[in-house]
Every structure is written in structure tokens, then in C-alpha cells.
């Protein structure tokens, strides 16, 4: 079987083709940054419009790079929620057009699942239960996966997201727009002593995130050095040291709460290289494994969605032709599926 997934709950149109007997036969990928770049953020409106002008383009691309037609697709997954109304509808409206015109499934898919699977399209992939960070832009929680769609919120960001908190800091210090990427890279080049931020909410019980005081803490030595080149990579540093280990102190936390041994991170911040190191090497250390999905599967994609929406059409998930998208979902209001 193959299904066609579809994200566009953001400033991404990511477009692709899962078979489930080959894996991923296709994958495309249309990154908004340079439409938001002067606005300093993601415009809904501007996410939109460029949705509908590369949505169906990328479509056909894809589906002539797996070599088919419209009637080798068995099902047409698309992004319900959580995400930007406007483009979660047009992702959703082509999806379910397409589906009524192929006369086969659509099946929405929650954007948070969809990431929590991505590690699944590696050779290494995670067996339920585990636990899940998911870290973006948007998003900070573990979850408690005891089989696919039955999720427990174990904790989440009670203010920023990690990758909020990094943009924001980025802008700080005056890196372009999207900030989190272009501060880690700077970290790169400071040195690791010469500031010390805070750990927040790690010296307390209980799972949950703050990272707005590391923005503010950020701001405060920022007014209070003279800044250079070097003084700013130092204080990326200093910031991006503080949230992977807190990141890490809260992951081997959840699994000591769970008793599980495996943990995956997934989104955006997944990517990031010292967090991936970091994690590995602590988790490692009271046996556990990490898994986590290549770079490019961590941001917005296709691929997670067609994955995510293969597992579910083989637990027989289908829709009307009713299109509803949700600016906020909670992945505890999915069903179990019957088998995974």
C-alpha cells in the first residue's frame, strides 16, 4: 500500500509517498524561510498564500519521482491540527479533494504524532513503550507513549518552547531570522565557563519546562557587556548549555518516573548536534537508548505524515469529507490504535 502525506501546518509544504512495504518513496520539501525572513517570524497570512501556490506543484513532483500515477495511491494523509487555521485548510482541502477524486481514505494526522513517529523511518527505530520529547518552536512535553495513540502528558513548557526561547535569544543578539539554527552555530565558536546560566525548574519535582527566564537572562548580560563577536558566541554557548541540560536532567527524569529505558526526541530542536550528544551520552549511561530521527525529518515534513497516516489506515482510520483542523489538539485526545 502507499500513502501520499501532506503537511502544512506552518511555514513548511512538505509533500510524500510511503510505501509499507519499500519505506519512503519519495519526499519533498518547501521551506517558507525566506518569505518570513523580513518580518522576523512567520506571518499566517504569507504561510497561506504560499501554501496554495506550492501544495499541488509539489504534489506532482513527487508522485512523478515515485514513478506513479493517481491510482497507485492508497490514501491521502494530510495535517489536522495543531498549527496555523489557514494553512492546516489548505493542506486539508487538497488532501481530502484528492482522496474524493481517487476514491480512496484520507486520514487526518496529528503534527505532534506525526514527529513522535518520524524516528520510526530509520533502520533504528523505537518499540513501545518509551517516552517522547518533543522539542520545537511550538512545542515542549514529554510524553508517555505506552503504544501508538495513547499518549499521557507527563510534562510540558509552562511558558516558552525551547525553540521559541532559542529564536528569541538569537534576536537578541541580533542573528538573522530563523535565529535557533544560526545561534547554535555560533555556540560553537564560545567558550563554555566564561558565563553560566541557570538550570530552570530542574532544582524542584515535577516534569514541566520554563525557558522564558533564560531569554530574559540572556538580555540581562547582553545589557551588561559590551558585545563583540566572541562575547556573543560565548553567551550562545552559555544559553544553549543551559537548555540542553535541563532538557536532559527533565529526560532522565521522566524515564526514572516510567521505569522505560527508551526515550526519543523529536522536532525541530531534535536536530541540534550538542543536544543529540548530551542525551546519548546520559541516557546511555543508566541504560537506556536514544533514538531520533535524521536531520531533515525532525523540522515539518511529509515523510512523518505518510508514515503516520500508513499506521492508521492499517488500523482501518478514515474520514468523512468533512474538513476540520484545529489550531490546538492535545495528543491524549487521540485513540489507541489496535494494533502497531
Known amino acids: 500500500m502507499r500513502v501520499l502525506g501532506i503537511e502544512t501546518s506552518c511555514d513548511e509544504?512538505?509533500?510524500?509517498?510511503?510505501?509499507?512495504?519499500?519505506?519512503?518513496?519519495?519526499?519533498?520539501?518547501?521551506?517558507?524561510?525566506?518569505?518570513?525572513?523580513?518580518?522576523?517570524?512567520?506571518v499566517p497570512e504569507l504561510a497561506s498564500r504560499d501554501h496554495i501556490s506550492k501544495t499541488i506543484p509539489l504534489i506532482r513532483t513527487v508522485v512523478q519521482e515515485a514513478g506513479l500515477t493517481g491510482g497507485d495511491i492508497d490514501?491521502?494523509?494530510?495535517?489536522?491540527?495543531?498549527?496555523l487555521i489557514g494553512a492546516l485548510l489548505v493542506g486539508a482541502t487538497i488532501g481530502r479533494s484528492l482522496a474524493f477524486a481517487w476514491r480512496v481514505p484520507s486520514i487526518p494526522i496529528h503534527h505532534m504524532e506525526g514527529h513522535l513517529l518520524a524516528p520510526m523511518l530509520e533502520e533504528k527505530s523505537p518499540k513501545c513503550p518509551f517516552v517522547a520529547l518533543l522539542v520545537s518552536g511550538g512545542h515542549t512535553q514529554l510524553i508517555n507513549v505506552m503504544e501508538i495513540g495513547k499518549y499521557q502528558l507527563l510534562g510540558e513548557s509552562i511558558d516558552d518552547a525551547a525553540g521559541e526561547a532559542f529564536d528569541k535569544t538569537a534576536k537578541l543578539l541580533g542573528l538573522d531570522y530563523p535565529g535557533g539554527p544560526a545561534l547554535?552555530?555560533?555556540?560553537?565558536?564560545?567558550?563554555?565557563?566564561?558565563?553560566?546560566?541557570?538550570?530552570?525548574?530542574?532544582?524542584?519535582?515535577g516534569l514541566d519546562f520554563s525557558f522564558s527566564g533564560l531569554k530574559t537572562f540572556a538580555a540581562n548580560i547582553i545589557?551588561?557587556?559590551?558585545?563583540?563577536?566572541?562575547?556573543?558566541?560565548?553567551?550562545?554557548?552559555?544559553?544553549?548549555?543551559?537548555?540542553v541540560d535541563t532538557l536532559v536532567i527533565?529526560?532522565?527524569?521522566?524515564?526514572?518516573?516510567?521505569?522505560?529505558?527508551r526515550l526519543v526526541i523529536a522536532g525541530g530542536v531534535s536536530a541540534n548536534r550538542p543536544l543529540r550528544l548530551k542525551m546519548a551520552e546520559s541516557i546511555t549511561k543508566i541504560g537506556g537508548q536514544v533514538f531520533y530521527a535524521r536531520p531533515e525529518f525532525c523540522t515539518d515534513n511529509g515523510a512523518m505524515i505518510a508514515l503516520a497516516g500508513m499506521i492508521r489506515l492499517k488500523n482501518g482510520v478514515s474520514c468523512s469529507l468533512d474538513i476540520n483542523v484545529k489550531a490546538r489538539w492535545s495528543l491524549a485526545d487521540l485513540s489507541p490504535l489496535t494494533t502497531t
Open 13 to 42: 509544504t512538505g509533500i510524500a509517498i510511503y510505501d509499507d512495504q519499500v519505506g519512503l518513496l519519495a519526499n519533498q520539501l518547501y521551506s517558507q524561510v525566506k518569505v518570513h525572513a523580513n518580518y522576523g517570524g512567520v
Open 75 to 83: 490514501a491521502v494523509a494530510y495535517t489536522e491540527g495543531p498549527g
Open 184 to 205: 547554535s552555530l555560533i555556540a560553537q565558536q564560545g567558550q563554555a565557563s566564561r558565563f553560566v546560566f541557570p538550570r530552570p525548574m530542574t532544582n524542584r519535582p
Open 223 to 243: 545589557r551588561s557587556n559590551s558585545m563583540d563577536q566572541q562575547t556573543a558566541a560565548d553567551i550562545a554557548r552559555a544559553f544553549e548549555d543551559a537548555v
Open 250 to 261: 527533565k529526560c532522565k527524569r521522566a524515564l526514572e518516573k516510567t521505569g522505560y529505558k
